[in-house]
């Protein structure tokens, strides 16, 4: 995730304590700002579930079946995060990176949940991709229009309707 951003600096500010690691990009098992329910502010939380029996760092999850899995469907239906970035990258099969951002130059919100384990945790849920991320890779980040976050914080409805949405009018780019 990239973190270069007027409104994501914003919120770093408002934040009232010192980041674990601020850094302009985050890399899954780093700490990152997201809102949830619970807390006016945003705080930061690690990037990434504890895969079971030792498995590899879990960063995301399908949007489609998220409320379905043990796993992942309690903590979608009660602790559901907003994420804030610049954008996401992708990587190509020459190990490139791109960067998506909004069309408009805003800040995005990747829709997420989170897990307490050692720590408090959290994933990004995922949809499938379209265009112009469809040629690098099949999923997307599921984004939140800013409006749209406290709804989907706190309303396990309305969180179920974002998760259908289709992501062909998100309206990013490739920086």
């Known amino acids: 995730m990239d973190m270069g951003h007027a409104e994501i600096a914003e919120i770093y500010r408002d934040l009232q304590e010192t980041p674990p690691l601020l850094r ?3 890399y899954p098992s780093q700490y990152a700002p997201v809102f949830t329910a619970d ?4 705080q ?3 990037w990434g579930f504890d895969g079971s029996y030792g498995k590899q760092l879990i960063i995301n999850a399908r949007a489609e079946t998220v409320a379905d899995k043990p796993f992942f469907a ?3 239906a009660c602790n559901r995060c907003a994420v804030p970035c610049s954008g996401f ?3 190509d099969d020459g190990k490139r990176r791109h960067l998506f951002m909004r ?3 805003k800040a995005m919100y990747l829709a997420g949940f989170c897990k307490t384990q050692d ?9 499938p991709a379209v265009p112009p991320v469809a040629p690098l890779h099949s999923r997307i980040p599921v984004l939140l229009n800013k ?6 914080l706190g309303d396990r409805e309305f969180a179920r309707k974002v998760l259908l949405q289709t992501a062909a009018d998100l309206n990013i780019v490739e920086e």
């Open 24 to 26: 302009l990009d985050v």
């Open 39 to 42: 807390n006016a502010l945003p």
């Open 44 to 46: 930061y939380v690690k």
């Open 74 to 76: 309690r903590d979608f």
């Open 89 to 91: 990258y992708e990587w």
């Open 103 to 105: 069309a408009d130059g």
């Open 119 to 127: 720590t408090e945790r959290f994933v990004i849920l995922t949809a």
């Open 147 to 152: 409006d749209d976050i406290r709804n989907y």
